[in-house]
């Protein structure tokens, strides 16, 4: 195992992009880079120690490169910003790649290059990089901060920038997938759309099968668990597995509201609402236009034939 540290702001923001990803061991929330043998949430903000706020990631590199994590790392700060990252100010959130080796700096200071040469950004890229020094993790409070508290993480991560920040400096590149959808199929999926209710393809579908990403193909809910909610829109009571999804808090309207993203292709598939039959009482709204349907007796040939003991229980 090797440890990676970054420097980016608020360490809230900077765990998820790394911990999902395959060959990820452990990512902690810390402070690191000052002179004092510790470091508390108060002192570091107040700069009286001259800490910075960090995360600290252990990964497998037979897994994934450390030149992949510095990939992530500039999608996820600002490289320009002297005094601080989006609404955090002052030198506890500084831009900084802290290196452990010399394999680590070199890199570093070549992923640095080439996002300079690429002209990505119109003010000059100021992120410095430094020798990794103590590391202190932070009070248990900020460890996986987006895990224990979703909706005050996601207020956060819209209101301080970072979310339109990284859409309009790291755009998706959608060219394959917008021709290769129906204008209804990318405008849900990829722009969080919603379609027309039952005006759309399986609002009211009585056939046994499964719903797969209409994207990514990923199995995503069963026939077993869909129900006429008088909604419109295809509802189910759960998915397959809860695994085979996200939830997201959607803080785009007034009415705040969980968000159903697909977990691999991360396709906006619906929304999740707490008016569903008893005794989980969930209902999952889902766009017909996110999904793409097999029958039961379908499913072997094109590659699901797993799941048809979903369908060899009685209901």
């Keep these: 195992m090797e440890k990676a540290?970054?420097?980016?702001?608020?360490f809230w923001c900077m765990v998820r992009p790394f911990t999902e990803l395959e060959g990820i061991v452990k990512v902690v929330s810390g402070y690191t880079g000052g002179a004092e043998k510790d470091a508390s949430y108060s002192a570091?903000?107040?700069?009286?120690?001259?800490h910075v706020e960090a995360v600290e990631i252990t990964f497998?590199?037979?897994?994934?490169?450390?030149?992949?994590?510095?990939?992530?790392?500039?999608?996820?700060?600002?490289?320009?910003?002297?005094?601080?990252?989006?609404?955090?100010?002052?030198?506890?959130?500084?831009?900084?790649?802290?290196?452990?080796?010399?394999?680590?700096?070199i890199a570093a200071e070549a992923s640095r290059s080439a996002l300079i040469q690429s002209g990505r950004f119109e003010k000059p890229v100021i992120t410095k990089i430094k020798e990794a020094?103590?590391?202190?993790?932070?009070?248990?409070?900020?460890?996986?901060?987006?895990?224990?508290?979703?909706?005050?993480?996601?207020?956060?991560?819209?209101g301080s920038g970072r979310k339109e920040f990284k859409r309009r400096y790291w755009p998706k590149d959608r060219t394959v997938l917008k021709n290769k959808l129906e204008p209804m199929q990318y405008f849900v999926?990829?722009?969080?759309?919603?379609?027309?209710p039952f005006e759309n393809a399986y609002w009211d579908n009585q056939e046994e099968g499964i719903y797969v990403d209409i994207v990514s193909g990923e199995p995503l809910f069963s026939s077993r668990d869909q129900y006429d909610a008088g909604c419109g829109w295809p509802s189910f009571t759960k998915p397959i597995t809860p695994s085979m999804v996200r939830e997201e808090w959607d803080v785009s309207t007034k009415h705040t509201r969980k968000e159903i993203r697909s977990r691999d292709a991360d396709s906006h598939l619906g929304h999740v609402f707490?008016?569903?039959?008893?005794?989980?009482?969930?209902?999952?709204?889902?766009?017909?236009?996110?999904l793409r349907f097999i029958p039961k007796d379908m499913l072997e040939e094109e590659g699901y034939g797993d799941f048809l003991l979903l369908f060899s229980v009685r209901k």
């Design 44 to 50: 570091v903000k107040s700069g009286e120690t001259g």
């Design 133 to 158: 020094a103590d590391f202190y993790p932070a009070e248990e409070f900020h460890q996986d901060f987006d895990l224990k508290n979703p909706f005050r993480y996601s207020l956060y991560y819209q």
């Design 60 to 105: 497998n590199p037979t897994k994934i490169p450390y030149s992949k994590l510095l990939e992530i790392f500039w999608t996820v700060t600002d490289p320009t910003d002297e005094d601080g990252q989006f609404t955090d100010r002052g030198p506890a959130y500084q831009s900084i790649i802290f290196t452990n080796s010399n394999e680590q700096r």
């Design 5 to 10: 540290i970054f420097a980016g702001g608020c």
């Design 274 to 290: 707490e008016d569903g039959p008893k005794p989980e009482g969930l209902r999952y709204c889902i766009n017909s236009a996110a």
């Design 189 to 196: 999926t990829q722009e969080n759309g919603t379609e027309p």
